[in-house]
């Protein structure tokens, strides 16, 4: 009777969660799924069931192709570059002898800005009258065109996202780094064994649950990219950067086709859903080979 | 008693939170008291804005059984989002202002807007604003009117004259080779300098076509339809000949399509497209840019072998719509509203002075009630002359996917220099043809 009553009082402690997880996530999801096999705008008063024509059309439509290789692009670039940065971050810090949490903080608010201000101020520093751009080309005659070159286009919301993000992942190894138990490091020590040594034998299998988050959250933040593609390239060129995201944003508000958006949004929660399983099996397959787990 | 307690807290935070995340609808309250209440979205920008709220309380002292809740429509991540999403949700108002044509399209197509020449009124608008000829052109497909436009801004090129000047020239170039003549000539002169720089010529956004391509493309094809019924129907010869242009501007190392900030503001390009919006920023930001002094406004160059008087050229229109979805009681408020607005034309000069937009009349340069405002200010008296020669945009439900395809296909690979003219001419032909079928 006693676990009979501590049952309901469980799920009686999990309901606003659980309500909320129905009413914002699993609601919508249903909802969405009939979307995508009508042709209906929101709007309209009357629609009709079109069956997998929504999803034949996104795979034959090359935006949404774009967005299923735009993602992988963006992952190559930004998971390796935030992993580094913030690591770097986390060792940096770790190693400071006091006002460790300043610095944290300083490397944290990134985070916190808004992505809109953040893109804009990077606009602005890349447009062709932009000091920056003014010193390359009276200095050294170059002329790089960032944001309308499909590459550097590409590089440079991988960066912003990346900044963005590297100081989140610190607090995370920092305090993975901070568990490590100061005396392994000091018998190194004694052993002879040096400060890179220690990292890749000692640091890094240690770390490795902390890296395992960062690094999933990492893949997963490359499904979701938005805001500093649609306020530095609109996805272009040439579809260079224009992601899941930006694809079903344009398809459900701009072309007002919110069925045909449900349907490349269920095809991109699919894509989304494999590749993190798949990177999720890879990263275990990883630590369990080289004995970290 | 403790267990009941804590079950109860938690049954409330969890409603309590529910509760918060739900929106009021805005336009069900019903009539209170004789009084009907309804709610206008203007633009979100202050001036209209203020214009319309000053209107509101003005209209409510006349007609107390009416009133108007005015609120700026938010714009994150966009009005039009807003908007679609507010009808969606139940929770769209009555009527609001800043809607263009081709998005009234998209909401006519989904039923969501009111024909207005079907109620009671509005011959008396057209009749006591006398824009029966404006308002020609904004009939849809269907043969009704979903827009009443308050203003018609026929968008014009601005030319820096002080640098047309120091190149021997006194007036802008009228046709497609003389503007290629100052382009050499500038370039000469000035090798860091283009005739037109603007970043949007690389960018595919369905709405960045109206002030590129359409202004070159209705002045070339003197007005003929892009689309009509539903059909392709563009004059290839002007559009292959629009493209043509951006092309040789390109060759000519004189188009400059990058992020730039105020590139024709601070002289790195002399050629750019300039609505009456703008004379208000220029006068707060850049004082010492001053009309036929600086720079001065023109007519799209045109083809050489075109000739017109007065080259058309595209008219940025936004207008008032009422919701299909407001009820029929609020329905007829929002139009007596309208009716009282527009039977004065000097509610229009208010707004002409308020926003510097042309409002949409045919008697805007003949009215005596706009003659002082219009010969104050030069410039603007130029776009109200303008006003008969701008063609609106198209009125079809897909004219965003259709104008994204000319970027995407024509204006954004030809700028870039990575097929002719008439290669990304038939590309976007091939696209639109397939995407109207």
Known sequence: METKNNNKLGWLFASPYLIYGFVFFLGPLIWSLYLAFTNWDLIAPNYDFVGFSNFIKAFKNPAVQSSFWVTYKFMMVFVPLVTAASLAVAMIVQGLPKLKSVFLIGFFLPYLSSGVVSSLIVKGLLSYNSPVNAFLRDNFGIKINWLGTPFTALMIVALIIAWKFAGYYALILTSGLESIDKEVYEAAAIDGVSRRQRFWTITLPLLYPAIYTTLILSFGVTFGIFTEVYQLTGGGPNYATNTWQMEIYNQAFKNLQAGYASAIAIIAAIVTFISIFVIKKLLEMWGKRNGWV | ?437
């Open chain 2, 1 to 437: 008693m403790k267990k009941k307690l804590a079950m109860l807290l938690v049954f409330t935070v969890a409603i309590s939170m529910l509760a918060a995340c739900g929106s009021k609808s805005t336009d069900n309250k019903g009539t209170a008291e004789g009084v009907t209440a309804i709610e206008f979205w203007t633009a979100n920008n202050p001036p209209q804005q203020a214009y319309w709220e000053s209107l509101a309380k003005e209209y409510e002292t006349v007609n107390p059984k009416i009133k108007i809740n005015v609120s700026p429509m938010k714009e994150t991540p966009s009005s039009e989002a807003n908007i679609q999403s507010a009808i969606a949700g139940g929770s769209a108002p009555t009527l609001s202002e800043n809607i263009s044509r081709g998005f009234a399209a998209q909401l006519t197509n989904s039923k969501a807007l009111v024909p207005l020449n079907t109620m009671a009124g509005w011959d008396d608008i057209i009749a006591g604003r006398k824009m029966t000829n404006t308002i020609e052109s904004w009939k849809f497909s269907d043969d009704n009117q979903y827009v009443l436009p308050i203003s018609s801004n026929a968008m014009l090129f601005g030319w820096r004259l002080d640098i047309l000047k120091e190149l021997g020239y006194n007036e802008p170039p009228k046709t497609y080779s003389e503007m290629l003549d100052v382009a050499k000539k500038l370039k000469v002169k000035y090798p860091d300098k283009y005739v037109w720089a603007k970043a949007d010529l690389a960018d595919p956004a369905a709405w960045k076509r109206w002030f590129d391509f359409f202004m070159l493309y209705n002045a070339a094809s003197d007005g003929n339809k892009f689309i009509e019924g539903g059909k392709f129907v563009a004059d290839d010869k002007a559009g292959i000949a629009t493209l043509g242009l951006m092309d040789n501007l390109r060759k000519e190392n004189s188009l400059l399509a990058e992020n730039i900030t105020d590139p024709f503001e601070n002289g790195v390009g002399i050629f750019t497209d300039i609505g009456p919006w703008t004379l208000n920023y220029w006068a707060e930001r850049f004082p010492e840019l001053k009309y036929n002094e600086t720079y001065t406004l023109a007519a799209p160059p045109v083809p050489d072998d075109v000739k017109v008087d007065h080259p058309k050229t595209f008219a940025d229109t936004k207008g008032i719509v009422i919701y299909a979805s407001a009820p029929k009681e609020k329905q007829e408020a929002a139009m007596e509203f309208m009716k009282w607005v527009y039977s004065d034309a000097k509610h229009d000069l208010q707004w002409f002075e308020k926003t510097n937009m042309p409002p949409a009349r045919d008697d805007l340069s003949t009215n005596d009630v706009f003659k002082a405002f219009l010969d104050q200010n030069p410039a603007l008296k130029k776009y109200a002359e303008a006003v008969p020669y701008a063609v609106p945009p198209m009125d079809n439900a897909k004219f965003n996917e259709l104008q994204t395809f000319i970027g995407q296909e024509a204006v954004n690979p030809v700028v870039r220099g990575q097929i002719d003219p008439t290669t990304g001419w038939n590309n976007m032909k091939k696209a639109i043809e397939e995407a109207l079928k």
